[in-house]
């Protein structure tokens, strides 16, 4: 059974409206027909099971059977991240961040950033291909660039990767969901790390070696994960 996403979509609703989109792609690429039935995920924990009634190729129209509420996963994985000069790494990060459980992701102005925009609408379509691929049922939070002081003020005592000397734990020693910290293609300043540990981070060990910001990224949702 295909998944298809409405985030509009209500927990009363008897009959629904596919978009455009889903209705074409419903429709006319997977070719699926009246009678035919599909699951629909709003990205906020509610799966519906809904039979087509009108197989129109941009306004398909469901009469839904069935509403399932899906509990959040226990760990909130919360990963605050520089861009990449190179936004695909950042959408390859995401897609498999979200097969993987990513609850929001941020993206910080650093002092050492090379790219200071992002196109939110096509991580976000993203984001909502790796989830109904998955068969995730919530959808995350992706929040738009803040600086890194600012960032850091609202959400202390998080952990922090960066490849500086100095004391820092284990990625097995973290113990509770909050946020972490990766640093741009040129790390973090000496400057911002000591901002972050000033307002309760902790410096994580994550490689003997060096690692690619997106590996990064991803490595610290696997830390998160095992929380």
């Keep these: 059974m295909a998944t298809f996403f409405a985030a509009n979509i209500s927990t009363d609703s008897k009959e629904f409206l596919l978009s455009e989109e889903e209705s074409k792609h419903c429709i006319r690429v997977l070719r699926y027909g009246l009678g035919s039935v599909l699951d ?44 990449t000069k190179n936004m695909d790494r950042v959408e390859w990060f995401l897609e498999k961040a979200v097969e993987l459980g990513l609850s929001k992701l941020t993206f910080l102005k650093c002092e050492n950033n090379e790219r200071n925009s992002i196109n939110k ?18 959808l995350p939070e992706i929040q738009d660039l803040i600086s890194f002081n600012q960032f850091v003020e609202a959400n202390p005592n998080g952990y922090i990767g960066h490849c500086y000397e100095g004391e820092k734990i284990n990625l097995t020693e973290i113990r509770n969901n909050a946020p972490f910290l ?6 973090f300043s ?3 790390v000591a901002f972050a540990l000033k307002n309760g981070y902790q410096a994580v060990h994550m490689s003997d070696y060096r690692l690619r910001t997106e590996t990064a990224a991803l490595t610290a949702v696997f830390g998160l ?3």
């Design 190 to 192: 000496k400057t911002e």
């Design 121 to 138: 609408e096509r991580l976000q379509k993203i984001a909502v291909s790796a989830m109904k691929q998955s068969k995730r049922y919530y």
């Design 182 to 187: 990766i640093g741009p293609e040129g790390d």
């Design 40 to 83: 629909i995920i709003d990205g906020k924990g509610n799966q519906f099971i809904g039979k087509i009634i009108d197989d129109h190729p941009k306004r398909c129209k469901l009469e839904i059977s069935e509403v399932i509420s899906h509990p959040k996963p226990d760990n909130f994985i919360h990963v605050a991240m520089a861009p």
């Design 225 to 227: 994960l095992s929380i």
